[in-house]
């Protein structure tokens, strides 16, 4: 059991899978580290939001 996937950003072995989200370009899965960094970078706040500013 397991994988074998490594973490499309810092290329470690991934336990866990994180989608990255389309709008973040990142090809492949990623790790919980670098999702919720990712997350954080791109959403800052607790929650996911939408973008409101495209409208
Ligand atoms: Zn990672």
Do not use: F
């Amino acid at each position: 059991m397991g994988t074998k996937d490594k973490c499309a950003i810092c290329s470690e072995k991934i336990e866990l899978h994180y989608k990255s989200m389309d709008e973040w370009g990142i090809e492949g899965p990623i790790c919980g580290k670098c999702y919720s960094k990712k997350l954080s970078e791109h959403y800052p706040g607790e929650h996911v939001r939408v973008n409101k500013h495209l409208d």
